[in-house]
């Protein structure tokens, strides 16, 4: 009751009699508004032009054809990711794992492109695409299983294979996989040629892993929105004993939100593969599974609000490197911001349900 | 293979587990009061930080605990606000505050990476301290390591002897009979946060300055989730989860003398051990429904709006 305490506070928070539809729409931006507000005074404090940070952050991400094609880069694992943790949440199944799934993806997908892809010819990317997906699902199949028949609580579970799955990746570029040419750094032999993914234009690094996405953006809307499995789905998340009393089978759930979500990402990590990194190093990815859970919820579980986010988190992404250069913060600096992103947002999904109120001086 | 290797083990083991265990009773509390934070690991990176900046800055130790047990506090805060008064989904708003942790200490940190600092020592007891193999064994450690023996008595006792602790316990319990028998649910709810985060950050401020004296982005590797599945795996029993916190102790430690020990395996499998251990107690635990259903506190990750 602390900061809402009648007797301490001249607003009181009361709850709405049915759920503000405006809010709904408005709370994510308000959220980002209000993140954008904390950065620029933060960037004010530590004596930043807060005019030159916004434009590295926001201008300059999308001022040329090489930077949208970054942004959309960058926007591709994320959305992957998203999409499916979206999916997952709405089913009240906490997959915070999608940086594990998104490992094993690029390792089984890079797998098939470094030993078969000179065999597979051109049909090698569709492979490896394919083979990400199941390393991903294979991944996420872990938690499945533990939860549905032992259950045990997949937020651990899909966690604790995130460190198990680095440290994988990790094995196989310092040892057995590791370039027998490449000067002792831990990095397998580049992918083949005819393995990677083409660029989307010309002048850009963006690959068909973004159009993917967006593909899944619609299939995922139509999914929740039309098909009876994603019917079930929402049912099961927004009242479990009343999908349980219908008949729902919450196994079925938790294997299907588990097995999306882990093949979205495993199909994020082989993207980045056979896309802008074309080799197997200790680092796929930096934190794209995590900022994925944030991307979620700024696009409240949404395909579309999902897209939306994705972008601009991709923009946090790439400003935070070109702020690295051009205003010498540390590139830690977008960590910070998604984190405070996410502790906004829910705060703004407050007023969705409830509304302040002044207290008059007969209420209190 | 003599004892004296055995011992040394054993006693690195027992310095691996405290962090664990501070972390895991501060969580533990909160728990039994009924709120689930899954920022853990965030507090505990927040802590680290602040303890190391502070350590350095000030050159007192006492100062650098002193700021990280408030800095993880303030964080938690931040918790309490959003789930306690905001009524926001414990779960996501763990997630996030884990989130923000590792943005924040990596912000807050950049400038102290690569800094030494001086190390907990080891307290001296007259006699124990030099006794033959027992004195390694049992009085050789630093104040946090006694200090985390005492914390685990002082909440077991606190929890099942006093009316604090019934009260805490009924809360976690079933808040809405507390609220009608008018306790001050959300206010011990705070409490119960904030005390969770101050123990995080202990914790924290317990890898950087004393078990790894040194400031390493994401340094705690895991830890606050571990942290957190040993209030599961010690079925929400101070004294169960102290015994956890060894286990986990002796399994992060083996790895580092495993090549002393003979065994050949890539140092990447034996770095799996943890993680892989806490998902096997974790199945082993809730496997058998019951044990969760009885031991969980009821309310665990609810929230609860006193309807004025």
């Known amino acids: 009751m602390l900061p809402f305490d009648r007797t301490v506070w001249p607003l009181?928070?009361?709850?709405?009699?049915?759920?503000?539809?405006?809010?709904?729409?408005?709370?994510?931006?308000?959220?980002?508004?209000?993140?954008?507000?904390?950065?620029?005074?933060?960037?004010?404090?530590?004596?930043?032009?807060?005019?030159?940070?916004?434009?590295?952050f926001f201008v300059e991400p999308v001022d040329s054809l090489y930077g949208v094609g970054e942004l959309m880069l960058k926007a591709t694992p994320l959305m992957l990711c998203a999409l499916g943790l979206a999916l997952s949440y709405r089913t009240n199944v906490w997959n915070i794992g999608a940086e594990g799934q998104l490992t094993v993806g690029a390792i089984t997908g890079g797998g098939v492109g470094l030993f078969?892809?000179?065999?597979?010819?051109?049909?090698?990317?569709?492979?490896?695409?394919?083979?990400?997906?199941?390393?991903?699902?294979?991944?996420?199949?872990?938690?499945?299983?533990?939860?549905?028949?032992?259950?045990?609580?997949?937020?651990?579970?899909?966690?604790?294979?995130?460190?198990?799955?680095?440290?994988l990746l990790s094995y196989l570029v310092h040892g057995p996989w590791r370039d027998p040419a490449g000067q002792n750094f831990p990095q397998s032999p580049p992918l083949?040629?005819?393995?990677?993914?083409?660029?989307?234009?010309?002048?850009?690094?963006?690959?068909?892993?973004?159009?993917?996405?967006?593909?899944?953006?619609?299939?995922?809307?139509?999914?929740?929105?039309?098909?009876?499995?994603?019917?079930?789905?929402?049912?099961?998340?927004?009242?479990?004993?009343?999908?349980?009393?219908?008949?729902?089978?919450?196994?079925?759930n938790v294997w299907l939100a588990l097995m999306i979500s882990g093949g979205a990402a495993g199909l994020a990590g082989v993207c980045e593969v056979a896309g802008p990194i074309g080799v197997l190093q200790p680092v796929i990815s930096p934190g794209y599974g995590?900022?994925?859970?944030?991307?979620?919820?700024?696009?409240?579980?949404?395909?579309?609000?999902?897209?939306?986010?994705?972008?601009?988190?991709?923009?946090?992404?790439?400003?935070?490197?070109?702020?690295?250069?051009?205003?010498?913060?540390?590139?830690?600096?977008?960590?910070?911001?998604?984190?405070?992103?996410?502790?906004?947002?829910?705060?703004?999904?407050?007023?969705?349900?409830?509304?302040?109120?002044?207290?008059?001086a007969r209420d209190a | 293979?003599?004892?004296?290797?055995?011992?040394?083990?054993?006693?690195?083991?027992?310095?691996?587990?405290?962090p664990l265990i501070f972390a895991a009773l501060g969580e533990l509390v909160a728990e039994r009061a009924g709120v689930l934070n899954l920022g853990v690991e965030g507090m505990m990176l927040v802590g680290a930080m602040s303890g190391f900046a502070v350590?350095?800055?000030?050159?007192?130790?006492?100062?650098?605990?002193?700021?990280?047990?408030?800095?993880?506090?303030?964080?938690?805060?931040?918790?309490?606000?959003?789930?306690?008064?905001?009524?926001?989904?414990?779960?996501?708003?763990?997630?996030?505050?884990?989130?923000?942790?590792?943005?924040?200490?990596?912000?807050?940190?950049?400038?102290?990476?690569?800094?030494?600092?001086?190390?907990?020592?080891?307290l001296r007891i007259p006699v124990l301290t030099d006794l033959p193999l027992v004195g390694a064994l049992l009085f050789h450690y630093d104040l946090l390591v006694y200090s985390s023996l005492g914390l685990c008595a002082l909440i077991a006792w606190m929890l099942n002897r006093?009316?604090?602790?019934?009260?805490?316990?009924?809360?976690?319990?079933?808040?809405?009979?507390?609220?009608?028998?008018?306790?001050?649910?959300?206010r011990v709810r705070y409490l119960a946060v904030l005390f969770g985060g101050a123990m995080s950050g202990i914790a924290g401020a317990y890898l950087s300055t004393s078990l790894t004296p040194m400031w390493t982005e994401g340094m705690s590797a895991g830890r606050g989730w571990i942290a957190l599945a040993l209030v599961v795996f010690g079925t929400w029993k101070p004294w169960r989860v102290l015994a956890g916190a060894y286990l986990f102790g002796a399994v992060t430690v083996l790895q580092l003398y495993a090549q002393a020990l003979g065994v050949r395996v890539p140092s990447e499998f034996l770095s799996m051990l943890p993680y892989a251990a806490t998902i096997v107690v974790l199945v082993l635990i809730c496997r058998d429904p019951k044990t969760i259903l009885l031991n969980q506190p009821a309310s665990l990750g609810r929230s609860f709006h006193p309807g004025y």
């Open chain 1, 12 to 56: 009181r928070l009361e709850r709405r009699s049915k759920p503000s539809a405006a809010m709904r729409v408005a709370s994510s931006p308000l959220a980002v508004l209000a993140m954008l507000a904390t950065c620029l005074l933060l960037f004010a404090a530590l004596g930043k032009d807060p005019a030159a940070a916004f434009r590295v």
């Open chain 1, 192 to 252: 083949p040629d005819n393995a990677l993914l083409p660029p989307l234009f010309d002048g850009a690094r963006v690959n068909v892993g973004f159009v993917i996405a967006l593909l899944l953006a619609a299939l995922s809307w139509w999914f929740g929105k039309v098909s009876a499995a994603g019917f079930r789905m929402r049912v099961s998340g927004l009242a479990p004993a009343a999908a349980a009393y219908a008949g729902i089978s919450e196994r079925r």
């Open chain 2, 1 to 18: 293979m003599n004892i004296a290797v055995w011992v040394t083990i054993a006693a690195s083991a027992v310095r691996a587990a405290t």
């Open chain 2, 162 to 186: 006093t009316r604090a602790g019934l009260r805490l316990r009924a809360i976690g319990e079933s808040p809405a009979v507390a609220h009608a028998l008018g306790e001050p649910v959300t």
């Open chain 1, 290 to 360: 995590f900022a994925a859970i944030i991307v979620a919820f700024v696009g409240r579980l949404h395909p579309a609000g999902v897209v939306l986010a994705s972008l601009l988190m991709s923009a946090l992404y790439l400003g935070g490197e070109s702020a690295q250069i051009e205003l010498q913060l540390p590139a830690s600096v977008s960590g910070l911001f998604q984190g405070g992103l996410l502790f906004y947002l829910l705060a703004a999904e407050l007023f969705i349900g409830f509304r302040l109120r002044r207290v008059r």
């Open chain 1, 116 to 167: 078969y892809g000179a065999a597979l010819g051109h049909w090698s990317p569709a492979v490896e695409l394919a083979a990400g997906v199941l390393g991903g699902m294979a991944w996420a199949a872990i938690p499945a299983l533990l939860r549905t028949r032992f259950h045990t609580s997949e937020i651990f579970v899909s966690l604790m294979l995130v460190y198990i799955a680095q440290l």
């Open chain 2, 55 to 122: 350590g350095v800055a000030s050159g007192s130790l006492l100062l650098a605990y002193l700021a990280a047990a408030a800095a993880g506090a303030l964080i938690a805060l931040l918790f309490g606000i959003l789930t306690l008064s905001l009524q926001t989904n414990q779960v996501a708003t763990g997630l996030a505050l884990t989130l923000f942790g590792v943005g924040l200490s990596a912000f807050g940190g950049q400038s102290f990476i690569g800094l030494p600092i001086r190390p907990l020592p080891a």
